[in-house]
């Protein structure tokens, strides 16, 4: 308590400055501010100012590795990459990561594209035609694979490349960026069978990897496919109804159970390619891949097959998909238990991760730090044993040293086993770093390691600062580490009995580390995922099951698996039935409504500075007690960087204008139009029928909460096609909405049971809208209703509703659904006025809505089309294009220019802008999107 100056050495501080300076290549302005905030900080707090001279050579250095690092975009791309027609992929598998919901992601490099033919046979990347080298790398993203790579694999498989792509949303996960930073520039879809295996790599530890593997599966899998308790997974069965207090976990993205070291879901966000932000979330154009991905043919599993492409050609056939699907699988407890120790959760169903995302406790089943000291605590039980059958041993080494030596192989066997993913080996080098500072016997042995283990991880891949596990990781232990101090001041005035002490003392910091940790990680987990859960005590149950029986039963089933493989299942069954007991709990506690979770405002970057910069204040003063104080200058830029956001926002509320938001939701539409006072109507949300990819969760809901609070005027559905329909669940489901309408004609489809239960989790009551009606919204400002007319019968497309945003009369947008010929005719006849300056084109520029008259009719100055890029529709057609180029007006196309908005302020035109880049006129358009 003594410390009069900022706890961090002076290298440590020019080594945050570092992280800062990397930072700015993504976020310049952010990272900026974090410097001057450090800078600030350490000013006021004394001592160690004379480091802060170094401080803008340690953030342009940071800036420097990271622009060298970051690999380069290609310089040119194979035509089969563009033209969105099947080609034969040849590729080396450089790493395999299972995922939720039976599905891998692939990492291939050295990837070569061949056009098939009739002569060329796909097992022989030799005989193929015209071979052309892929540059960068791709990602396969493999729903139920019939088998399962290896790193250094050659696999091959016919299907469509496609370039990687995001949702661009304002605040969006940059699937792109993310992505890049990995050497990935394009994906493509398989399942099943489609890939074959060319050459093994002949690792001699990959068939030990998997026999331990199929060991644990043959342990927890019963008989038959019974999942107590759960609904089956995609591909594993029917699912179920889901209780009321499950509302959306039907709807969960696959993989998007961020913690603390897995990646975003955009998700969530965050959404990865692969994922969502998770992400994470599935990449655009997954429609496509699924359509067009075609088998090559049946294999048998890796170990069987024989070495070199030549003899890959008389593989014998695998049992087909259908019947590995039908597979019996693991229960819940059989799958997190093949997930901790292997760090395979591709048992686990997106239902189970999404039971554990909502209870904080994803982070116990991503393998990480939390994970390895598990493994580790295992050094000190043998240490204890060695100090019980021979205590002179600690007399030369004692037994925090020994434990730490004892340790070592243990962390390095359960690295290799969960695979060497970058946050185990992260995690392993953090316990070195650890470990070597308690050999020399160092003060600080938390934020000194951490420190140490960042600094070692950060020189060795600069880029590894993007990555959310590591941030997460590394913010959860440094609040652990500045905050335990605090809480253990705290406990040492609870007026408890001397014998209860210990036991408190336990229950005390299982949840002070955990609130600790979650404290630290608020603003990212806001950022993230744009939800918290209120459900942290659950650790206080969890992480002591997890790490006093769950993790010993299951390492010592995979120690005697290594004499006897039917033997380790007395230790496998108990970690499971274990597991089973706390997914069991989980499900009741949701069951009983008793697991929901908070949306919140996903914050800018002056709030999440000015949080940290208080939080950093605050454990400055905690040191410098009692004769310090909280700096006032500290203190005043934290509380402005947190407020300014809101201010600038209620500023704008005020101005008086209007916008309208055309939302990057990939081959779907999703339009916000907000009016004075910073109301907001949701014109639907976009959405895919494939998987369970959760538009609304993952894209459209993100971009509506970052930085706002998750309200809304009302929502209104068009129509009730999936690409409209499904993102409106989640906004409707936990955000809060005034009003929902529909259109009011009985053709207008019905969305699905997921939509029907958001709706009534609302407490909304459908309006049916038709032509006729206003909605007012004050200041002039209103949305007519023009179609469909009362009674209108046909098609679900031509019996979408059509609003026109109006302020005073003029006409400021018209928002026409997915209408076509039949409707156009109807709306052209009805004698309305439909001008407006901005259109957004009906059926996402599709030639069946192309129509020279109603074009004339709206005379627009700009034209907005939402479509996914790559489409296999086409979209937008070229005769629209064509249209549109006589009248002259820009085009604005979400599949290049992402999302993209039309402010009116006053009596003024309207000031567009776009994501990615500005308008273009649509010929010039066409010419860019000719390679659709």
Known sequence: ?????????????????????????????????????????????????????????????????????????????????????????????????????????????????????????????QAARRPADLPGRMLLTWDQPAWRPAPGDMLALTATVRPVTGFSNPGGFDTAFARRLEGVFFRTYARGGQPVLLQASGSPWRDLRERLRQGILAAV????????????????????????????????????????????????????????????????????????AQPLAKITPPEAAPQGAAAAAGLSARPGQDQDILAPHPTPGGAMLLALLTGDRSELTTLDMDLVRRASLAHALALSGMHVGYVAALGWLLAWLAGRVRPTIFLRLP??????????????????????????????????????????????????????????????????????????????????????????????????PERARPAA????????????????????????????????????????????????????????????????????????????????????????????TITVLRPLWPEIVGFY???????????????????????????????????????????????????????????????????????????????????GRAVTGPALAYGRSP???????????TDHAQGLIWPLSRFDVGFFGTSASPDAATPDAAFDRAVAASGLTPRPLAAGDRLDFGDGVALEVLHPPPGFTGKANDASVVLRLVKDGRGLALLCGDIEKMAIRTLLASGQDITAEVLVAPHHGSATSANRAFYKAVNPRAVFISCGPGNRFRYPADRVLAELARLGCLVYVSAALGAVTATWDGDEPAEITSVVAAGQPPRQLATSLSAR
Request: net charge neutral; glycine share 10%.
């Open 711 to 721: 309200d809304l005027e009302g929502v209104i559905l068009t129509h009730g096609h």
């Open 1 to 125: 308590m003594g410390h009069r100056h900022i706890p961090l050495l002076p290298w440590q501080i020019l080594f945050a400055c570092a992280v800062c300076g990397i930072l700015a290549l993504r976020v310049p302005l952010a990272a900026v501010a974090a410097l001057s905030a450090m800078a600030l900080l350490a000013w006021a707090a004394g001592g160690r100012t004379r480091i802060l001279v170094l401080a803008p050579l340690a953030f342009g250095l940071g800036l420097g590795l990271a622009a060298l690092a970051l690999p380069g975009q290609p310089d040119t791309t194979p035509r089969a990459a563009l033209s969105g027609t099947r080609t034969v992929i040849v590729g080396t598998t450089d790493s395999v990561t299972p995922l939720p919901g039976n599905r891998l992601s692939v990492v291939l490099a050295d990837v070569r594209l061949t056009h098939p033919t009739a002569k060329a046979d796909p097992k022989d990347a």
């Open 399 to 496: 037994r925090h040293k020994l434990a730490v030596l004892l340790a070592a192989p243990l962390v390095c066997g359960y690295v290799w086993l969960g695979g060497a993913t970058p946050s185990l080996v992260r995690a392993a080098m953090m316990f070195g770093c650890f470990g070597l500072l308690i050999l020399l016997e160092r003060p600080r042995i938390l934020l000194d390691g951490l420190f140490l283990a960042l600094a070692l991880i950060v020189a060795a891949a600069p880029l590894s600062v993007f990555d959310i596990r590591l941030q997460l990781s590394a913010l959860a232990v440094a609040g652990i580490a500045v905050f335990w101090p605090p809480g253990m001041a705290v406990f040492a005035r609870l007026p408890l």
């Open 505 to 596: 003392l336990w229950l005390f910091g299982v949840l002070w580390t955990s609130l600790t940790a979650e404290a630290a990680l608020l603003p990212v987990l806001a950022l993230e995922f744009g939800e918290i859960s209120p459900h942290f005590y659950l650790n206080a149950l969890w992480l002591p099951v997890l790490g006093l029986v769950v993790m010993p039963l299951g390492l010592a089933g995979l120690f005697t698996s290594l004499a006897s493989p039917a033997a380790a299942a007395f230790f496998y069954v108990p970690a499971a039935f274990a597991g089973d007991l706390l997914m069991g709990l989980l499900s009741w506690q949701d069951g009983l409504g008793l697991l929901q």
């Open 613 to 695: 910069l208080l939080v950093a204040a605050l454990a400055v003063w905690w040191r410098k007690r009692p004769a310090g104080r909280l700096p006032g200058m500290v203190l005043v830029a934290g509380l402005f960087l947190l407020a300014a956001p809101a201010a600038r926002q209620a500023w704008l509320d005020l101005s008086g204008q209007v916008r309208l938001t055309m939302l990057d939701v990939g081959q779907g539409q999703a339009l916000v139009a907000e009016v004075p006072g910073g109301r907001r109507i949701l014109v639907d949300g976009g959405g895919t029928g494939f998987g369970d990819f959760d538009m």
């Open 221 to 292: 899998t019963p008989p038959q496919a019974d999942r107590p308790g759960q609904a089956a997974a995609p591909g594993h069965g029917d699912t179920p109804e889901r209780k009321p207090g499950q509302a959306n976990a039907d709807r969960q993205p696959p993989g998007a159970a961020p913690g603390k070291d897995d990646p975003p879901h955009r998700g969530t966000a965050r959404l990865q390619a692969d994922r969502p932000p998770p992400g994470a979330a599935p990449w655009q154009g997954n429609a496509q891949e699924r359509e067009t």
